[in-house]
């Protein structure tokens, strides 16, 4: 038991140090590929730069190499479009007629005060004269009078309280020096501007604004005395009320719709956006900048550093992120290999059509590779990390961090998402180009939530989409034809290829069943049983169910060695027991070889090579332990490694299952159960399983799963009586 146990931690101890010397070449190639990715974007497709100052003489013509919105002109436009629009205004009618009102009864109490000054200037005047020199009527002018001397303290606050103003000093002077002619024109005077229709109710749109409209057109149109302008001054500032209110809704409204029609400035592709000798304007260099020409400051060192230092940041944070978190990636050192080239062909891509064509994006590309060749998970991994790559290019090209780049990092990231979870389970390999189309779809959304928050023009917009679904469709079918080419040079075991493996047609299999029909049978059922195992525990039942199609392809060369193709004598009785032994071990290479020179990819090779383990040939050894008690067991052991996954493990369990109930059909269900499970006991007691990733649990489900699977396979038919003659049938 010890020894089991040093052998186990030893083999265990080995995997350890082939796992941290994958991932320290996984590092390595994250390094080349940061490297060359670098090179790729800062060298071989640094866009031409115009060293643009504003305020200046431009040195050369630049044209639009696409067509291009102004933003500022436009925002500019629109800004005067929406200024240009007049308020509109809701107006209340009984506001006029009560000033009217108004104004009549204070010009009334005004011209009361004005009458009693000329009766006490009568009263007085025929207190000095004789009874028969009084006067009756007042005809003097008002304005050669010294008011002064002729009203009293007591009259002066009679007339301004007859007037129903505040006492002032000289107040009752000026209203004593009134004529009524003044007083009635006055009067009129303001009623007709306050009935008067105005075009531009904006002066009427607050209190201030009316009454100093009111009072500075009675000053500039009529001829009044100062001192009767501040008496009508004060009846304005009394009783002119705005009768008017801005409808804020509507005019809002108004503005909206007057922004809204005024269509984007746009410079077409090839037209003059600087022209050579003529100054260069704020408005031309932001649309240079917005496509990345503008040089505003030259391109020196610190720029490059500064672009090596965030694509480090990035691609060292991705590694991080996998040696932590993707342990299942450096499992194979063809995971790093792969990743890396696509991230170069990716990077690439991007950067070529980024300058010369950036409505075509074929980021997605990447992302399908990674999720049929590697795993979905690292699929939508690589997607979020190729993102923040794709955002450094489009900043080093454009010079500038734009709201375009925000929108094109978040269509990455969405869509490339979508796309991985649709590949999670492809069952096809046109499955690419519906994935390509739902993810151009997501994006499309994308766009249009975008277009509507910068006002982009609809036309644009559906524009901007089709470009984008196209653009993923497209990496679907550049996928799609280049998927076969990275199957074959890295012999991987895709979904689709392990699709096409498990077809029946294929000449080796058919080979199989025409040579070997027991095996073929055998192969088949040993494949149903891994499959239904496989999804019940979570392991990958295509890899699984492949590996049980091909895993006895070594018993071609000498079928009739194996009992299962056997239907006369034995040829073991030929041979010594220890030469029957190696033939039946020697199955395990075999197979292995044909898989190899059938290209069948490696990882079902593994499964087939652990299928066996190194299980000891129980039955030859201990005959041959009788006559020769000095034998050693490792003559009748399988040189293989023991099972190293699930998917080995459960084809080692329903390999040895399958063949020892094949003669037991009749038994129970429950004695079907109990044998199954003293099978996989008997595996797990001699330690195969040591090394496989297994639980206890696990163990209980295969064996309920074998037990339901093969009691649906051998159940009882129907006995028939009779033939079609209607004879009996013994």
């Known amino acids: 038991m010890k ?20 991932k320290r070449v996984g590092f390595v190639i994250i390094l080349l590929t940061l490297i060359l990715s670098y090179i790729i974007v800062s060298g071989f497709i640094t866009p031409k730069k115009y060293n643009i100052i504003v305020g200046e003489l431009a040195s050369e013509t630049i044209t639009a190499p696409k067509d291009i919105i102004d933003i500022i002109t436009t925002e500019a436009i629109r800004e005067q479009a929406e200024e240009s629009v007049m308020p509109i205004y809701i107006e209340d009618d009984s506001i006029v007629p009560k000033m009217v009102k108004d104004f009549e009864l204070f010009f009334a109490k005004l011209e ?34 010294d008011w002064s001397e002729v009203l009293s303290s007591s009259d002066k606050k009679i007339i301004t309280s007859l007037a129903s103003l505040d006492y002032a000093e000289g107040l009752a002077e000026k209203i004593a020096s009134f004529t009524p002619e003044e007083i009635n024109e006055c009067e009129e005077k303001l009623t007709q501007i306050v009935q008067a229709e105005t075009d531009d109710l904006s002066i009427l749109n607050s209190d201030e604004n009316y009454r100093n409209f009111v009072s500075g057109n009675l000053k500039l149109n009529y001829t009044f005395s100062e001192d009767i302008l501040e008496i009508a001054d004060i009846a304005v500032a009394r009783y002119v009320f705005s009768y008017v209110s801005l409808d804020e809704e509507a005019t809002e409204e ?7 029609s005024i269509e984007p400035f746009v410079y077409k592709k090839g037209q003059n956006i600087a022209v050579k000798g003529e100054i260069v304007t704020k408005e031309q260099f932001a649309v240079l900048k917005e496509l990345g020409i503008a040089n505003s400051r030259p391109v020196t060192s610190s720029l490059y550093l500064s672009l090596l230092g965030y694509m480090t940041l990035i691609f060292v944070g991705f590694y991080i992120f996998l040696a932590i978190f993707e342990n299942e990636f450096f499992r194979n050192i063809k995971n790093s290999l792969m990743l890396g080239i696509i991230i170069i062909i990716v990077v690439l891509t991007a950067s070529l059509t980024e300058r010369f064509q950036p409505d075509l994006i074929l980021v997605l590309f990447g992302t399908m590779m990674c999720a049929v060749l590697i795993y979905p998970r690292l699929a939508i991994t690589y997607n979020a990390f190729f993102a923040l790559v794709f955002s450094g290019i489009m900043i080093w090209n454009n010079g500038s961090i734009t709201p ?11 869509s490339g998402s979508v796309c991985a979870g649709i590949l999670k389970n492809i069952a096809r390999r046109s499955s690419l180009l519906l994935a390509g189309f739902l993810a151009g779809f997501t994006g499309s959304l994308i766009i249009l939530s975008f277009g509507f928050l910068m006002n ?20 679907g079918v550049i996928a799609l034809g280049f998927l076969p080419l990275w199957e074959i040079a890295f012999n991987i075991a895709t979904p689709t290829r392990l699709l096409e493996l498990s077809n029946t047609h294929k000449s080796l299999l058919k080979r199989l069943l025409h040579e070997a029909p027991g095996t073929y049978y055998h192969s088949l059922m040993v494949s149903n049983l891994s499959e239904s195992a496989a999804n019940a525990i979570g392991a990958n039942s295509l890899l699984v169910s492949a590996a049980a199609l091909y895993h006895d392809i070594g018993k071609l060369d000498r079928p009739d060695y194996f009992t299962e193709n056997q239907s006369g004598e034995d040829p073991h009785e030929e041979h010594t027991l220890k030469e029957s032994a190696d033939i039946l071990i020697g199955h395990v290479a075999s197979s292995i070889k044909i898989a190899k020179t059938n290209r069948i990819p490696s990882e079902v090779i593994k499964i087939m090579s652990e299928h066996h383990g190194d299980s000891l040939l129980q039955n030859f050894y201990f005959k041959e332990k009788k006559s020769n008690p000095k034998v050693e067991e490792k003559e009748f052991r399988y040189p293989f490694s023991k099972p190293t996954t699930k998917e080995s493990a459960i084809l080692m369990l329903a390999d040895t299952v399958e063949a020892a109930m094949r003669s037991q059909r009749d038994l129970s269900i429950d004695k079907k159960r109990e044998k199954i499970t003293s099978l996989i006991v008997e595996k797990f007691n ?11 649990k696990d163990l209980g489900v295969l064996a309920n799963i074998f037990t339901v699977s093969l009691e649906n396979a051998h159940h009882n038919r129907i006995k028939y009586s009779y033939n079609l003659s209607g004879k009996s049938i013994k």
């Open 456 to 475: 982009v023009d609809i036309f644009n917009i559906a524009l901007d989409s089709i470009w984008y679904i196209a653009s993923c469709i497209l990496c």
């Open 254 to 260: 108004l503005i909206l719709s007057a922004g809204e």
């Open 686 to 696: 001699h330690g195969l399983l040591d090394d496989s990733p297994l639980t206890r």
């Open 3 to 22: 020894k089991r146990e040093a052998e186990k931690h030893i083999r265990k101890f080995k995997r350890e140090v082939n796992f941290v010397n994958n």
């Open 112 to 145: 009361n005060a004005r009458e009693y000054a000329e009766e006490t200037y009568i009263k007085n005047e025929n207190e000095k004269r004789k009874k028969n020199d009084k006067i009756e009527v007042f005809d003097k002018n008002p304005n050669e009078i």
């Open 404 to 414: 375009v780049v925000f929108e094109k990092v978040l269509l990455i990231i969405i």
